[in-house]
């Protein structure tokens, strides 16, 4: 078996995290700061790859698309919408994939999260990637809130880059906003930065189990 690797996003950005023998990538990591979709999630993998990894943990920051998806809530997609946001690591007809997140990969996550773990782990649903990098209009929200259960702007092209190169991918998403509207109130950008400190907090305590879960 191969190594693991972490991938962090915007909750973990300036955050040492501490994951073992684990290899550490931080997507928005460049020169400054890498806006989402500027990132080669194609390169990104590809590193991982070479330094013996074959499978995935990424960690996403997302907006709920329900009430009940409100900030400080874990959430495990089982599957995602990236329309034309997916990039490949191929320019012939490898490129034609079908991508997803590793089922059997995903499992050992979920698994691990509910044996170690809290808060509780919402288990299924839909990841909608928007390009970025602004956030959403309200009637964006209300145009994408039927068909999805949370948006962010990185996870689903990362899992197909991750699926091309053979990297089995799952991801963890931590609420740090309500999607624009969603709260009946206009988002604030002070609101969704207070919201993700505080949930940072919370994810590198159950990062911590999980990894000890995960080996």
Avoid: K
Avoid at 129 to 143: C, F, H, K, W
Avoid at 147 to 158: K, L, P, S
Avoid at 194 to 210: K, M, S
């Amino acid at each position: 078996m191969g190594g693991l690797a972490v991938v962090g996003g915007s909750s973990t950005r300036g955050v040492t995290i501490e994951a073992g023998e684990a290899t550490v990538v931080q997507r928005h990591d460049g020169d400054g700061y890498m806006l989402p979709h500027r990132i080669d999630h194609v390169a990104n993998m590809r590193r991982l790859v070479e330094a013996g990894c074959d499978r995935v943990l990424a960690l996403g920051s997302v907006g709920g698309l329900r009430p009940e998806l409100g900030p400080g809530t874990f959430f495990c997609p089982d599957d995602f919408i990236a329309l034309g946001a997916s990039p490949s690591a191929f320019t012939d007809e490898r490129a034609h994939t079908v991508p997803g997140f590793d089922l059997e990969w995903r499992s050992r996550v979920v698994e691990a999260w509910n044996a170690a773990c809290e808060p509780p782990l919402i288990d299924g649903g839909v990841y909608w990637q928007s390009r970025g990098p602004r956030l959403e209009t309200a009637a964006e929200i209300r145009l994408v809130a039927p068909h999805a259960d949370v948006i962010g702007m990185t996870i689903g092209g990362e899992c197909a880059a991750a699926g091309e190169l053979g990297l089995a991918y799952a991801a963890i998403c931590l609420v740090d906003n309500l999607a624009n509207g969603v709260a009946g109130r206009r988002l604030t950008m002070e609101g969704l930065v207070a919201a993700r400190a505080e949930g940072t907090i919370a994810l590198l305590a159950a990062l911590a189990a999980l990894l000890g879960e995960l080996g």
